[in-house]
Every structure is written in structure tokens, then in C-alpha cells.
């Protein structure tokens, strides 16, 4: 059973103390307090906010909501046992899926028992005197630890545009990233949805299917890969699970988390006919491995630009109407330099007679009105409003936890002008202090669970160390930091991810938002690496005591 919070004023009550304090209860908090509590013997907790564990996959709960890494791999690593037992149903699992499978796991290693629940983080403090994090919760509840660990995942913080007349619509409006948890019926109904990155791209064709009308206000046009999802298959099971080590020896080696290779051949090395087979049949595989179709479609911009006409005249394939489709066609970016969403039917959901798209590049929103959403041309009636308007990505969840380090300073304030972390595991004046995924990490350029886990495991031996050496704090320098920043910079500008200028990854959709690229794009294999060496040297970079 887990741990409920009392929801009673406690704001006089002493602290409950614990060895270490974790924030959230998804892939990352859940492994973080298996290897804390059952491998260093720590007393651990982990607060969240939500009623029940999942983390992003509690919250994230629109129509269509599923992963993008394919199932088999989208999962713990750490347990083989847990592999063994577990079969996934589909290709691409929905968010209920998603969520039993965690609790499967929460109950296969009994950790429920040490999750607090209904318990939301108002402000975490850093005691210099002590060494000593002391969180308050919305309660009014105190916590105090040692070692504070945010696991409150890259994609949590809603991002919910300010528009005006919001407060005057008649209808309903939602968010996608705070769905609620009875659904919504759209049957009858004239939907908007606003947004068209991955989410607006899974919600759009299941939102067509039901309602009386969809209409789809689009900012930016996307590429998208069909996903080909489909049930695992009987043979699939029995291959993952005879193949368990290679597939995630293959994981670790690779650029993005993925157990397969990226082709060793340039898309401009090849011929004209030879390429377009090869993306043929990468685009009838679907899902995220048509960027190994070639090693530089994310390094050259000629060779980005064969794959990025290559989906252009799939679009104008699938879509019936040449000025539609023309509308859905990308131009901006290249594929892959935001991120590169997988579908199902999204392009092909233009097809139906129920569904209107907008450009609010050409046609920008005025005002939502009391009836529905006015742009410069004209005002669209509508029952619901869907917002896919993402998150505030990375850097959102840290910030909101509002955090006082060492000596007073905020996290808030010390990220102004962007994030600065030493491997995005801790950042300066923030002792004791370590981020799961943070920014500064590969993230959300990665297949999740990996990532996690290699970051976890990174996190359980540098507390193992220090307790074995009696050291009670540790912090990174700021010269490392500055140095770590650089290279963070360095390794996107040898891509070209930064080129997108309305990306996520830039924090291009929130506005008044720093334009700073946030995760680390050299690769999984190279900054596990990386982190390795600096265990090894005991600690580089960093100032324990």
C-alpha cells in the first residue's frame, strides 16, 4: 500500500526525515528507489503529486496518446526477470498499457510501499549548515533528506498558450497533457485542436473518427513516419526474449538508445534509385528507424534534404486535395530537426469530410470568443477546444519546484538566460542535488527508459562512493559547468537540430522562453561514456567534501 499523505495542515509538524527524497513516480522515480532502497539500503521516498504512479503516462492520457520507441524496447533493461514475465500487446502500447506495466513492475519489486502519493512539492531549501534538503509540500507536509533527486520527467509542465477570451468559451477546453482521467466525448461535437507536433499528430485521427467535426489549427507543418502499429505477435515475444542481452547491448551502443544500427552510408553516396528504395522500404517498416536509413541525414544538409522531399511527396501521396496537402507540407525544417513524430492515419484524417485545416501562419487566431476561435478571416464555432500546445520542456518541472540551494540562490534565477548543468546530472550552488534526464543530457533526443537508467545507475554509485568515503556533499564546479554548456552547444551545432527555430528543443513554443538548445545531441553511447570516465577519475569536475 502506498504511503498517503495526511491531507491535514501539518505546516508546525517535524520533518520526516530520509536518507534521500525523490520527486515523481514514473520510469525514472520508480528505478531511482529500487536501486537506492534495495541496493545501497537507503531509506528512501518518493513524492508525487498525482494519485497514482506513471508519472508522464498518469498525466498524458489524450486520444491516440502512445510512445514512439517500439515496445519491446521501451521498458527496465535492469531486470531480466521482469522482461520474462511480461508481454506487450502492441507494437507502439497506448498510455493504459504504458501504466500497467509500471505498476506491474511497482508491485513485482514491492515499491509501492515507499510512494507517497496525493503530495505535491511546493519548494525544496538547502541547508549549508546541515547538508540537508528540506521539502514542503502542498499540504503543508515537511521532508528532509540528504540527497534530493527530481525525477520529474523532461515532458510534464503543460504548456497552455495565454489566449485571449479563453475565460468567455461556452464550450469546454482541454489540454492534452492534463486529459482528464473519464475521457471526453466528442460524438456531436465541433472540436478544435490547436497544435500539430507529435500529440496533435497521435490525437487528431481519433478525434476525427468521433466527433461531427474537426477542425485542426495548425502553426507549423510537420513530417511524420506512419508507425505501422500492429499487435505483437507470438514469434515477437519469444525473439525479445531470446535476444534480451544483444538487444540492449545494441541499445547502449547506439546513438539514440535504439537497439539498431545507423546505416555507415552517406543518402548522397548512393543513387537516385538506390536511395528511393531504401526510403520505400523504411517508410513501409514505419516508425522512428527511418532516420538510420542514412548516417548524415542529420549532419548534411543535402543529404536532410533527400529525405526531407522524400516525405514532402509522401504527404502530397496520401493527401487528396493539392492545396491540403500543400498546407501539410514542411518547409521551414528539415525531417528530424524537431522532433520527428510517428503516426496513425494523421495525414490520411485530411481526407475525411468532418475535418478543416488552418493556417494560422496565414489566418493567425485573434481571440477565442464565446462560440469558439475568431481568426483575422473568420470566427470557427466550436464545442471543445483541444490544446496540443506541448510542454514546457525540460527545464519547466525543475523550475516549478521552485528550489533555494546553497547560500539562497534559485534555480530559477541561475537558469534565466537557460539551463546550466555539469552532464545534466547537477548544476552549481545546488549541492546534493541530482536531476534524472536533465537538460545537458541526451533526454529526450533518446529512446526514455535507457537514458534513465543509465543516468540512475550513474546517480546509485556516486552516493555509494560517497558514503563509502565519508563524504557528505557534493556540487558541481562552475568551471566544469561552463565547460560542459560549450560543449553542449558544440555538439548540437554539428548537427543540424539547431536550425529548426521553432522547436521544443530550443524552448520555442513558450514564449518569453530563452532560446537555448537543451539536450545533449552527441549521442547516448558517447555521453554515457563520458560520465563513465568521470566516475572513474573520481568525480571530475566536481567539488565533494
Known amino acids: 500500500m502506498a504511503i498517503k499523505e495526511s491531507t491535514a495542515s501539518a505546516v508546525n509538524a517535524a520533518p520526516r526525515q530520509f536518507d534521500a527524497i525523490i520527486i515523481g513516480a514514473g520510469f525514472s522515480g520508480l528505478y531511482q528507489l529500487h536501486k537506492l532502497r534495495d541496493d545501497l539500503g537507503l531509506n528512501a521516498v518518493v513524492l508525487e503529486k498525482a494519485d497514482g504512479i506513471g508519472g508522464t503516462w498518469y498525466w498524458n492520457r489524450y486520444p491516440g496518446a502512445r510512445c514512439d520507441s517500439e515496445s519491446y524496447y521501451y521498458c527496465y533493461s535492469f531486470n531480466k526477470e521482469i522482461e520474462q514475465e511480461w508481454s506487450w ?11 500497467k506495466y509500471l505498476n506491474f513492475v511497482a508491485d513485482k519489486l514491492d515499491l509501492k510501499r515507499n510512494v507517497s502519493l496525493n503530495t505535491e512539492v511546493t519548494s525544496a531549501t538547502f541547508d549549508d549548515a546541515e547538508n540537508i534538503w528540506t521539502v514542503q509540500t502542498r499540504s503543508g507536509e515537511i521532508f528532509s533528506a540528504p540527497f534530493l533527486i527530481t525525477a520529474v520527467g523532461c515532458l510534464s509542465t503543460a504548456n497552455i498558450p495565454k489566449m485571449k477570451g479563453l475565460e468567455t468559451f461556452e464550450g469546454q477546453w482541454y489540454h492534452t497533457g492534463l486529459w482528464p482521467h473519464e475521457g471526453v466525448n466528442f460524438a456531436g461535437k465541433r472540436v478544435g485542436q490547436i497544435g500539430t507536433g507529435s500529440t496533435g499528430i497521435q490525437a487528431a485521427p481519433v478525434i476525427a473518427e468521433e466527433a461531427k467535426h474537426l477542425t485542426v489549427f495548425q502553426r507549423t507543418a510537420n513530417y511524420s513516419i506512419p508507425a505501422r502499429n500492429g499487435p505483437v505477435t507470438t514469434e515477437d515475444v519469444r525473439h525479445t526474449r531470446e535476444n534480451y542481452d544483444e538487444i540492449w547491448r545494441l541499445a547502449r551502443a547506439g546513438t539514440n538508445g535504439h537497439p539498431f544500427t545507423i546505416s555507415a552510408q552517406s543518402a548522397l553516396s548512393v543513387s537516385d534509385a538506390e536511395r528511393q528504395d531504401i526510403y520505400e522500404k523504411a517508410w513501409e517498416r514505419g516508425g522512428l528507424r527511418f532516420r538510420a536509413s542514412f548516417s548524415d541525414v542529420l549532419q548534411n544538409a543535402d543529404a536532410n534534404l533527400t529525405a526531407s522531399n522524400f516525405l514532402r511527396s509522401k504527404i502530397k501521396e ?30 490520411e484524417a485530411f481526407n475525411r469530410d468532418n475535418v478543416l485545416l488552418v493556417d494560422i501562419k496565414a489566418e493567425p487566431i485573434v481571440e477565442i470568443t464565446p462560440r469558439g476561435i475568431r481568426t483575422a478571416k473568420r470566427e470557427y464555432e466550436l464545442d471543445i477546444i483541444v490544446f496540443a500546445t506541448g510542454f514546457d520542456a525540460l527545464t519547466g518541472p525543475l523550475v516549478n519546484l521552485n528550489i533555494c540551494g546553497s547560500n539562497g540562490a534559485k534555480l530559477k534565477d ?11 546530472l547537477q548544476s552549481p550552488k545546488f549541492p546534493n542535488l541530482f536531476t534524472i534526464t536533465g537538460p545537458g543530457s541526451p533526454s529526450v533526443l533518446c529512446n526514455m527508459p535507457i537514458a534513465i537508467e543509465q543516468h540512475v545507475n550513474w546517480i546509485t554509485d556516486c552516493i555509494r562512493a560517497m558514503r563509502a568515503n565519508g563524504q557528505k556533499r557534493i556540487e558541481a564546479d562552475v568551471d566544469s559547468t561552463e565547460k560542459w554548456v560549450a560543449h553542449v552547444n558544440e555538439a548540437a551545432d554539428a548537427t543540424l537540430l539547431p536550425m529548426a527555430s521553432s522547436s521544443w528543443y530550443l524552448g520555442a513554443n513558450v514564449p518569453g522562453k530563452p532560446r537555448v538548445f537543451m539536450p545533449y545531441a552527441g549521442g547516448f553511447a558517447r555521453y554515457a561514456a563520458i560520465c563513465d570516465d568521470v566516475a572513474q577519475s573520481g568525480y571530475r569536475g566536481f567539488s565533494l567534501s
Open 89 to 99: 500487446s502492441e507494437r507502439y502500447p497506448e498510455h493504459p498499457e504504458i501504466r
Open 414 to 424: 541561475e537558469w534565466s538566460a537557460g539551463p546550466r548543468t555539469y552532464l545534466g
Open 318 to 347: 496520401v493527401v487528396k486535395d493539392p492545396a491540403i496537402a500543400e498546407m501539410l507540407t514542411p518547409y521551414d525544417h528539415g525531417f528530424a530537426t524537431k522532433r520527428p513524430p510517428i503516426d496513425s492515419g494523421y495525414f
